[in-house]
């Protein structure tokens, strides 16, 4: 399966604890989004790359969230001293730059902070 | 900034029966729409999507035209099944942006 993809599928954790998720776009995608959704709510944008730049990022994304796409390829986010309010699904979705504007969207990684 | 509002659900229907999601949007500038579909347990993949005002986007049996006058995007359909059972997701991307803004989702539920 070429599609895009993400681990890991469901994270559980204690508050104060650091997670990392990780995303693989399609392999000729060079640019990568990463988006927060809720339950009940539509996606919401956290930052998203070109190659390896992070051109733009959410006041969502407090300090405590990192990320980064090292080698243009595959992408982390990691959050930092999780809090119980961080719990949701984090979507990674990539596109190639010749931008039709359609986003192909992974299956998610679940956070579920205790 | 942009935003994209559409109808709460969910919405319950019987096979067969007509569907129609409203999605009215905000923006400042001339966005491309969208409707994106999640299946359960599966990722958002693109449904049909319109560039410019009067464009009919369509797939699957599935229709949305841009309205530029009502800054609208409704999704129909006219005989749904069991398997259009989904949340549906309506979106716009400015022309100079390259970041979609999503509505909350509308989940549609066909019963037999």
């Known amino acids: 399966d070429t599609g895009v993809s993400q681990d890991p599928r469901h994270k559980i954790t204690k508050r104060g604890q650091n997670v990392t998720f990780r995303c693989d776009p399609i392999?000729?995608?060079?640019?990568l989004y990463w988006y927060r959704q809720t339950l009940g709510q539509g996606p919401e944008f956290l930052t998203y790359?070109?190659?390896?730049?992070?051109?733009?990022k959410s006041r969502l994304l407090s300090d405590r969230f990192s990320a980064e796409r090292p080698k243009g390829s595959f992408s982390t986010l990691e959050i930092q001293r999780t809090e119980q309010g961080d719990s949701a699904m984090y979507l990674c979705?990539?596109?190639?730059?010749?931008?039709?504007?359609?986003?192909?969207f992974g299956e998610g990684s679940r956070l579920t902070v205790l | 900034g942009d935003s994209v509002t559409q109808m709460e659900g969910p919405v319950t229907l019987s096979e067969e029966a007509c569907l129609t999601i409203?999605?009215?949007?905000?923006?400042?500038?001339?966005?491309?729409l969208f409707w994106y579909v999640q299946y359960p347990g599966e990722g958002l993949q693109l449904l049909l999507k319109?560039?410019?005002?009067?464009d009919k986007g369509s797939n699957k049996g599935f229709e949305a035209t841009y309205r530029k006058e009502t800054t609208s995007f409704h999704l129909e359909k006219g005989s749904v099944q069991v398997s259009d059972s989904a949340v549906y997701f309506c979106?716009?991307?400015?022309?100079?942006?390259?970041?979609?803004?999503f509505g909350r989702g509308t989940s549609l539920i066909v019963h037999p």
């Open positions: 409203n999605c009215t949007y905000t923006a400042t500038g001339y966005p491309s």
């Open positions: 392999s000729e995608h060079n640019r």
């Open positions: 790359f070109q190659n390896e730049a992070q051109l733009e």
């Open positions: 319109a560039t410019k005002a009067d």
């Open positions: 979705a990539s596109i190639q730059e010749a931008d039709t504007g359609e986003l192909f």
């Open positions: 979106a716009l991307k400015e022309g100079g942006s390259y970041i979609p803004t």
